[in-house]
T-cell receptor, first 115, second 110 residues
Framework: NAGVTQTPKFRVLKTGQSMTLLCAQD?????MYWYRQDPGMGLRLIHY???????AKGEVPDGYNVSRLKKQNFLLGLESAAPSQTSVYFC??????????????FGDGTRLSIL | GQQLNQSPQSMFIQEGEDVSMNCTSS?????WLWYKQDPGEGPVLLIA?????ELTSNGRLTAQFGITRKDSFLNISASIPSDVGIYFC??????????FGKGTMLLVSP
């Protein structure tokens, strides 16, 4: 059981380039999330989805877009990468129900550097 | 946005010592959670708290949901080297999203 898989694990981009981060979960979870983690800032929610075909903005959505065309996949796009988007990106998913009984399961992260 | 103030930012202790860390907020949360993140990995849930005043243990870890619903505490007893990592508190108000604290980095000297 792979859980939450993030692709790629590392990437270096130039300013202005675009790319898509892929998150895949094999647990049939309804909810999926994208976070970014910066030193001293903890985890900040970018976008999330409560089901296939739905997305919503989190705390820091600017400069990112997402899509949830299939229940198992949640894509995070950077249309025009900026150095301020250098970060470690985490995807998480969870089943419906109380958040403690159905905790968020995290992937191992994607380390993105933008030059 | 909502803010969680987590302290201390970091701790460097000796093996066998007890550890305490806490999280406070200006807003009420319905659920408090504590996560641990090992280097190079994503956070893993340690303890979930649902009711004000609740005290819950998981092995050497004990966490409490503050009576005002605006704070939570995590204690680790008799620390060991594998306790090293970053500990995050998280609070939930809505039904689907969490707000995370900035983390407490714990280093344990053998």
């Amino acid at each position: 059981n792979a859980g939450v898989t993030q692709t790629p694990k590392f990437r270096v981009l130039k300013t202005g380039q675009s790319m898509t981060l892929l998150c895949a979960q094999d647990m049939n979870h309804e909810y999926m999330y994208w976070y970014r983690q910066d030193p001293g800032m903890g985890l900040r929610l970018i976008h999330y989805s409560v089901g296939e075909g739905t997305t919503a903005k989190g705390e820091v959505p600017d400069g990112y877009n997402v899509s949830r065309l299939k229940k198992q996949n949640f894509l995070l796009g950077l249309e025009s990468a900026a150095p301020s988007q250098t970060s470690v990106y985490f995807c998480a998913s969870r089943a419906q129900g109380a958040v403690g009984n159905q905790p968020q399961h995290f992937g191992d992260g994607t380390r993105l550097s933008i030059l | 946005g909502q803010q969680l103030n987590q302290s201390p930012q970091s701790m460097f202790i000796q093996e066998g010592e007890d550890v305490s860390m806490n999280c406070t907020s200006s807003s009420i949360f319905n659920t408090w959670l504590w996560y641990k993140q090992d280097p190079g990995e994503g956070p893993v849930l340690l303890i979930a708290l649902y009711k004000a005043g609740e005290l819950t243990s998981n092995g050497r870890l004990t966490a409490q949901f503050g009576i005002t619903r605006k704070d939570s505490f995590l204690n680790i007893s008799a620390s060991i080297p594998s306790d090293v990592g970053i500990y995050f508190c998280a609070g939930q108000r809505g039904y689907s999203t969490l707000t995370f604290g900035k983390g407490t980095m714990l280093l344990v000297s053998p």
